[in-house]
């Protein structure tokens, strides 16, 4: 597609279930990035794939957050046992090398979680 | 610990008039700084950026100021136009050394541009 898609773009669960966050990158696109963005706060990095490797996970906030990536395409998000501090906009973005801030990479509209 | 930090929360400005969007922060490694700009229910999209070694970036209506010195930069908008009200975020990334992208935000600053 034209843009990075992620899906699905609201999702609202009970506290202690898991969730899995879809993310479609731009075709091409070696890097991807994962973010969240929880109320009234920045962006928060949380991890980052070079084709299908995580060089960088420092960002995940606990165990209970794991990420996936497979063809060097789409990647998965997974929060198991949700809390509600897991409430957050969960943002995918991608760029055609490492290093695209450069000239900045494209983010997908997000994933609004709410853990209830 | 917010090594990035966007201190006005919100901002209010009249149609034709400058806006002017600032950012501080801490970790002396970054060169590299970014706007972005998110709508309501979309990504945050690429606006500017501008490296340490300089201190002026310009894009039409967009310029961008570091003061290194000072750990600030500025978003300048001119003329503003009711189209720019969204939320800004700045970004900051330490190119130089292994860096891959991995961006550090601010908390973002609301811009209201009034018809």
């Known amino acids: 597609g034209a843009g990075v898609s992620q899906s699905p773009s609201n999702k609202v669960t009970e506290k202690g279930k898991d969730v899995e966050l879809r993310c479609d990158p731009i075709?091409?696109?070696?890097?991807l990035y994962w973010y969240r963005q929880r109320l009234g706060q920045g962006l928060e990095f949380l991890i980052y794939?070079?084709?299908?490797?995580?060089?960088?996970k420092s960002g995940l906030p606990s165990d209970r957050f794991s990420a996936e990536r497979t063809g060097e395409s789409v990647s998965t998000l997974t929060i198991q046992r949700t809390q509600q501090e897991d409430s957050a906009v969960y943002l995918c973005?991608?760029?055609?090398?490492?290093?695209?801030?450069?000239?900045?990479?494209?983010f997908g509209s997000g994933t609004r979680l709410t853990v209830v | 610990d917010q090594q990035v930090k966007q201190n006005s929360p919100s901002l209010s400005v009249q149609e034709g008039r400058i806006s002017i969007l600032n950012c501080d922060y801490t970790?002396?490694?970054?060169?590299?700084f970014l706007w972005y700009k998110k709508y309501p229910a979309e990504g945050p999209t690429f606006l500017i950026s501008?490296?340490?070694?300089?201190d002026k970036n310009e894009d039409g209506r967009f310029t961008v100021f570091l003061n290194k010195s000072a750990k600030h930069l500025s978003l300048h908008i001119v003329p503003s136009q009711p189209g720019d009200s969204a939320v800004y975020f700045c970004?900051?990334?330490?190119?130089?050394?292994?860096?891959?992208?991995?961006?550090?935000f601010g908390q973002g600053t609301i811009l209201t541009v009034h018809p």
């Open positions: 970790n002396s490694m970054f060169d590299y």
């Open positions: 973005a991608s760029s055609l090398v490492p290093g695209g801030s450069f000239g900045g990479y494209t």
């Open positions: 075709s091409g696109h070696t890097a």
């Open positions: 970004a900051a990334d330490n190119a130089g050394g292994t860096s891959y992208g991995k961006l550090t």
């Open positions: 794939f070079q084709g299908n490797s995580a060089p960088d």
């Open positions: 501008i490296s340490s070694i300089k």
